[in-house]
């Protein structure tokens, strides 16, 4: 019965929405049977209330009462005939005015793809979307004409029709602006916080001949390593030692860090290392690019050694300009089932080319040698003598590679890694030279002239010691350690002495007698602080209390950093493979002086390899399809490429 008093309302509800819409047309003047028709019965003729035959295929379509059947069959079957209604509807909808344009339901095509239905420039979605074109084209290094290829228009068009991409030049000239204005307060803001900067510069120039400075910074914030690229700037005019200072201090002046730099690491070059000096801060040579002349010039003093890199370097260009050669070498690797390696060739600016190009050539020696003499290539055949020759050399330069790569690690503590690592090599290749390595003569003679006296270099020394995995085990010279303890003290005491609340030594950070009383003068004035007029208002003692006030000072504050430098070498060593700014998060209130001090020296880098990165995305930028950039727009891509 309920059923049946639901459906009895249902039909009587559609009944009177008949009986208004047909009223609505009567008083209009118009009946339901002279109501103009859709137009699309231009092209159907109705057979009963349910079906229709369409005129131009004699097909029967049922249209139940609405014309949405007979519209599908003519854009199905019959595209001008479809258009032709869809035009005529438009024109007529437009006759109407747009009040009864926007009674109509917006259909999805066009909703989603209808021309003039964009974001609006300043709509939240467009500058989301914009934004992410922009990060996209920085990080990714991508060209800013992307947004003109018809390929990435049209898969930007299937992701989202609404959005249309910015032109290349207001890309670059206001998104990009944008983005980099907002990138650089940021690190500004970041570069405020701390007390102390590490930078990094090296010069290059780019495939349109122009010079290139770049300059990176490294800081240690919130106990983590943090790099940030600052500028890379055109350099015009000569590359002398004046000229590179005074851009070095203008990029810091503008950056507001002039006075918290406390080293500049760069390459041994005579006019960067004078630069350095003139600006007025600390230089540190490159320990990689250090590593790089030593291996070097070693090579180039062992004459047999001259001549097998010689034949190497043939034998990997046979290869390299041969296509037949390459083929025949990649089948006999199939064939011997060994690891399809291509070789490797040389590099001049690089020692560590030269260690892989022997390393892959050993490795591939069966399938090489078989390639050569199967091609008629039999002279360029390592003999059994050379092939001696070369695993000595590989094994001899092993621990150098080494080095090389554990010391390029850019978000990780590197400076404190080089005494250690120079002791290493000392005693790796001593070992090779027992074993009658002529190249190991060589590069003993080349270490002792290079890295003479490096434990007695203040910066290198403290920053190891600070380093809780090393310490004092990191020396070869216990002396060398002790001397650096002595100026450690000194910098601490000074430390305290400025009165930073930072350094300020409490008795629950240093629970000393010396720091919490304050000692008697003599064995009878022992008890309370005599409160009569002398010690209220003066007198005859005055002078002598204040000097005796000092000297329990200085005392107090000399005692206390002994004891903190005491307690800190007697913490144990952590695993090498931990991170020591964790460690001194974690011990930063037990150990207050000495940490601000680890944050100084363990904030430096030992290598500028972080500004040669940057040379190697440089290439990508200004390449010879790009040469024509601005260098404020290529300084602006790398600036958020390293810095987004």
């Not at 790089?292 to 370097?313: G, H, Q």
Request: proline share 3%.
């Amino acid at each position: 019965m309920a059923l049946y008093n639901c459906r009895a309302r249902y039909s009587h509800s559609v009944r009177c929405l008949a009986h208004v819409v047909q009223s609505r047309y009567q008083s209009d003047g118009l009946d339901m049977a002279e109501r103009k028709r859709s137009y699309v019965w231009s092209y159907f003729t109705s057979i009963n209330s349910n079906d229709a035959v369409c005129d131009t295929c004699n097909k029967t379509v049922r249209y139940c009462g609405n014309t949405t059947n007979l519209i599908k069959h003519l854009h199905i079957n019959h595209k001008t005939e479809y258009d032709n209604v869809m035009t005529r509807r438009s024109e007529e909808e437009e006759r109407r005015g747009t009040g009864a344009a926007r009674a109509r339901q917006t259909s999805l095509s066009e909703s989603f793809g209808a021309a003039g239905r964009q974001y609006p420039d300043n709509s939240p979605r467009a500058a989301e979307l914009t934004r992410c074109l922009g990060e996209m084209i920085a990080k990714d290094l991508q060209p800013l004409s992307i947004v003109e290829d018809q390929g990435f228009q049209g898969f930007v068009r299937a992701l989202d029709p609404k959005y249309k991409l910015p032109g290349r030049k207001k890309l670059t000239e206001t998104h990009l602006v944008n983005m980099y204005d907002e990138c650089k307060g940021k690190v500004k803001s970041s570069l405020q916080d701390v007390n102390s900067v590490v930078l990094t510069t090296d010069m290059w120039t780019s495939v349109s001949t122009e010079a290139y400075l770049t300059v990176t910074c490294h800081v240690i914030e919130n106990w983590q390593m943090r790099e940030f690229v600052l500028e890379t700037h055109v350099f015009h005019g000569q590359h002398t030692a004046d000229n590179i200072s005074l851009e070095l201090r203008r990029i810091t002046e503008e950056w507001g860090i002039t006075e918290k730099v406390v080293a500049v690491v760069t390459d041994n070059a005579a006019n960067m290392i004078a630069a350095v000096h003139r600006a007025g801060w600390r230089h540190h040579p490159c320990f990689a690019h250090t590593l790089n002349l030593v291996v070097k010039d070693s090579l180039k003093n062992v004459p047999e050694m001259v001549k097998v890199l010689e034949k190497c370097s043939a034998i990997v260009s046979f290869f390299h300009h041969s296509s037949k050669a390459t083929e025949k070498l990649r089948d006999i690797q199939k064939q011997l089932k060994i690891a399809e390696h291509k070789l490797i060739q040389s590099v001049e600016t690089r020692w560590n080319s030269v260690f892989y190009m022997l390393e892959r050539l050993y490795e591939q020696n069966e399938a090489v040698t078989t390639a050569l003499c199967l091609l008629g290539k039999n002279a360029l055949c390592l003999n059994v003598g050379e092939l001696s020759f070369i695993k000595q050399t590989v094994d001899t330069l092993q621990p150098f590679e080494e080095v090389t790569r554990d010391i390029s690690a850019a978000k990780h503590v590197s400076v404190s890694k080089v005494i250690p690592l120079v002791a290493l090599i000392h005693r790796s290749v001593a070992a090779c030279e027992r074993q009658g390595s002529p190249l190991a003569t060589q590069l003993a003679q080349q270490c002792q002239r290079r890295f003479r006296g490096i434990e007695s270099i203040h910066c290198l020394a403290a920053s190891t010691f600070l380093d809780v995995r090393f310490k004092h085990l990191g020396f070869r010279d216990k002396d060398n350690v002790e001397v650096m303890k002595k100026r450690l003290c000194a910098e601490m005491q000074e430390v305290c002495q400025t009165g930073e609340s930072a350094f300020t030594l409490t008795p629950s950070s240093m629970p000393t007698a010396s720091s919490t009383s304050v000692p008697s003068t003599s064995g009878s004035n022992q008890g309370p602080a005599p409160s009569g007029p002398a010690a209220t208002k003066g007198g005859i003692w005055t002078n002598f209390d204040k000097q005796v006030l000092s000297c329990q000072h200085h005392r107090s504050a000399s005692t206390d950093v002994l004891i903190e430098v005491r307690r800190y070498s007697e913490e144990n060593l952590i695993p090498r493979d931990k991170d020591p700014l964790l460690w001194w998060q974690e011990h930063e209130q037990t150990f207050p002086a000495l940490s601000k001090l680890a944050v100084r020296y363990l904030g430096i880098v030992a290598s500028s390899v972080p500004a040669e990165r940057i040379f190697s995305k440089a290439g990508e930028v200004v390449s010879k399809k790009r040469s024509r950039l601005k260098g404020k727009t290529v300084n602006m891509l790398l600036f958020l490429n390293k810095n987004l």
